[in-house]
Nanobody, 119 residues
Framework: VQLQASGGGLVQAGGSLRLSCAAS????????MGWYRQPPGKQRELVAA???????DYADSVKGRFTISRDNAKNTMYLQMNSLKPEDTAVYYC??????WGAGLGDYWGQGTLVTVSS
């Protein structure tokens, strides 16, 4: 299984970006998906996560501005980021916990995509 993240870039404060994370491989079902970020010089932190049957969870710092969503048919997840702030600058990583066809569970990470918000 591989996760391919895309959509990062440079944006001015107040702008928007949409991140995508496409999964490929022998995935039977995605149980949980999440977006994490690692600001410069800081530890990786959870931004948003969503499990089957549950409401999404968001970090307090992004509530009301970011939205996590998924397209089950495409095994793809998204992070819509609005009203971006300079403190949102980070490398964003996607994560999926999946059930594999005939091979149990797996936990996978994307390669990271850089989001830079200028003031």
């Amino acid at each position: 299984v591989q996760l391919q993240a895309s959509g990062g870039g440079l944006v001015q404060a107040g702008g928007s970006l949409r991140l995508s994370c496409a999964a490929s491989g022998s995935i039977f079902r995605i149980n949980r998906m999440g977006w994490y970020r690692q600001p410069p010089g800081k530890q990786r932190e959870l931004v948003a996560a969503m499990s089957i049957g549950d409401n999404p969870d968001y970090a307090d710092s992004v509530k009301g501005r970011f939205t996590i969503s998924r397209d089950n048919a495409k095994n793809t997840m998204y992070l819509q980021m609005n009203s971006l702030k300079p403190e949102d600058t980070a490398v964003y990583y996607c994560n999926m916990n999946v059930i594999l066809w005939g091979a149990g569970l797996g936990d996978y990470w994307g390669q990271g995509t850089l989001v830079t918000v200028s003031s």
